[in-house]
């Protein structure tokens, strides 16, 4: 079965976009990558986004219209990316976050827009959307999915080993001989891309190369500040977001000084306060061997701050898994797609939290009659090539 992944991330920059195609037997499922690109959105639409999200205050208006052209966004990207390997059998869509709701240590709901009926009326598949929502009913925190990948491409490594996700927000994923946790352990490139866009620092929007960090100092005193947040201190399971982690948060901690930052200085502080708070997780697990990806896997101070950090880590990036360091998210879609249509759930309670694991996202039937594939009992292994 060919299934297309779709999603844009906690930094909303573009849509990333894979098909792979899955095979199984006997609980065992390969999968080849047929075809991964990233989009960005168009600069208006993205502008129009970035003004929705909280702290932001904005509209049922402005939602529904950005349901809709984020829909048609995604629906062109898939339909191109469909094209391009002649035709597939699913599409999983995770859609844009634009709420996450946690309340007293607890997840209450989500939102992801982006209407999948546009992207089911283009490229005539069955659409998988709204992956997170039935994690969180059954008590997790709906985030964050990817451990479920995350956990079939560790498996089997001796000691402790861990998958971490540098997108706007950083995951990881730790897997043990007998255990497995994952949480979000805070912002990653978040703070970083909120001030590089308030200031225009760099018309790409973020840091490249850390071209801007490295022109800067970090300010001991506002690392401090932030590295005092309480979200830090919480146990697993645990997730965040811009709700959270934003340009206004930035504002207050570098206010509560009494004196100016300067914006390079802000930038290497943040810059540095994701190598600290993913270093001191990763020590106090005992993580022997480091899988990384995201964009900030491309961010030349962050890893070297993390090796440096790490000396008894092996940190590599996570093409060394089998999964590409840029499109790892993209590929646990699809996944989560065949699995759903295979009635297999794609969620591991500890990876999120939830009480059990649960069948994920509700299906938007294609061009014709809904005709699922048969079920299967569960996923043993996954091999990618």
């Avoid at 996450?100 to 209450?108: L, T």
């Avoid at 790409?204 to 932030?226: C, F, K």
């Amino acid at each position: 079965m060919r299934v297309l992944g779709l999603l844009s991330g906690t930094s909303h920059d573009g849509i990333d976009v894979t098909v792979v195609d899955f095979s199984e037997a006997d609980g065992a499922v390969r999968g080849t990558v047929l075809h991964e690109d990233s989009v960005p959105y168009e600069p208006a639409l993205r502008a129009r986004l970035v003004a929705a999200l909280p702290p932001a205050q904005t509209t049922l208006a402005e939602v529904a219209e950005l349901d809709t052209l984020i829909g048609q966004a995604f629906a062109d990207v898939a339909a191109d990316a469909a094209a391009s390997v002649g035709g597939v059998d699913a599409v999983c869509t995770h859609g844009q976050t634009v709420y996450h709701w946690v309340d007293d240590g607890h997840a209450r709901g989500t939102l992801q827009i982006g209407q999948p009926a546009w992207i089911a009326e283009r490229v005539g598949a069955p659409v998988v959307s709204d992956v997170r929502i039935r994690d969180i009913t059954a008590g997790g925190h709906g985030a964050p999915l990817v451990s479920f990948l995350d956990e079939l491409l560790l498996r089997g490594r001796a000691g402790t080993s861990a998958a971490l996700n540098l997108g706007g927000i950083a995951n990881i994923t730790i897997v043990s001989d007998d255990a497995i946790a994952a949480y979000d352990v805070g912002p990653a490139n978040a703070l970083v891309d909120a001030v590089i866009a308030k200031y225009g620092l760099d018309p790409l929007g973020y840091d490249e190369d850390a071209r801007i960090a490295r022109s800067g100092d970090v300010d001991d005193a506002l690392l401090a500040s932030l590295l005092a947040d309480p979200y830090y201190a919480l146990s697993a399971p645990k997730s965040t977001g811009k709700e959270h982690f934003h340009l206004d948060y930035v504002r207050a901690h570098a206010s509560a000084l009494g004196r100016d930052v300067r914006v390079t200085d802000l930038v290497r502080t943040l810059t540095e306060l994701t190598v600290q708070t993913v270093a001191n997780d990763v020590r106090a697990a005992g993580i022997g061997f480091l899988a990384v990806s995201g964009g900030g896997c491309h961010n030349p101070l962050i890893m070297e701050g993390l090796r440096a950090a790490l000396s008894d880590t092996e940190v590599v990036l996570a093409d060394e898994l089998g999964a590409s360091a840029d499109n790892k998210e993209a590929i646990l879609f699809a996944l989560i797609g065949w699995c759903t249509m295979h009635g297999v759930p794609a969620v591991i309670p500890g990876g999120t939290g939830a009480r059990e694991p649960r069948i994920l996202g509700a299906i938007t039937p294609g061009a014709g009659p809904l005709r699922m594939p048969e079920p299967v009992a569960s996923v043993r292994s996954l091999t990618l090539n």
